[in-house]
């Protein structure tokens, strides 16, 4: 499973970052571990890829949020994190963090991911 924390109200400009631990995730490991993605969706729109990590720390995002937010993953203790700098009230979205079963190619296709946490909300204003 996977559980998101983080969400709260953030003033715009600001930064906030976002965490999600893993557990029993199928094949996730330290050694190999599964593409991992932070989605967003705000109502009335579609799920949208925000930033992703795959097997070799290799990092992909949205235009949307590129050289705003940084992805990173501590493997050791299965968590995941979204650094969120100079926030816009347009980041404002229900945050989600997934789990692939691919090592590599995941990238911010939604499909692609099977493991999803609840979600957690960033109210930017």
């Known amino acids: 499973q996977l559980v998101e924390s983080g969400g709260g109200s953030v003033q715009a400009g600001r930064s906030h970052r976002l965490t999600c631990i893993a557990s029993g995730i199928a094949g996730h490991s330290y050694y190999e571990p599964n593409c991992m993605g932070w989605f967003r969706q705000v109502p009335g729109k579609e799920r949208e890829g925000v930033a992703a990590?795959?097997?070799?720390?290799?990092?992909i995002y949205a235009d949307s949020v590129k050289g705003r937010f940084t992805i990173s993953q501590d493997n050791v203790k299965d968590t995941l994190y979204l650094q969120m700098t100079s926030l816009k009230p347009e980041d404002t979205a229900l945050y989600f963090c997934?789990?692939?079963?691919?090592?590599?190619?995941?990238?911010?296709?939604?499909?692609?991911?099977?493991?999803w946490g609840q979600g957690t909300q960033v109210t930017v204003s």
């Open positions: 997934a789990a692939s079963p691919l090592n590599y190619g995941a990238g911010l296709n939604s499909l692609a991911y099977r493991t």
């Open positions: 990590i795959d097997s070799d720390g290799v990092t």
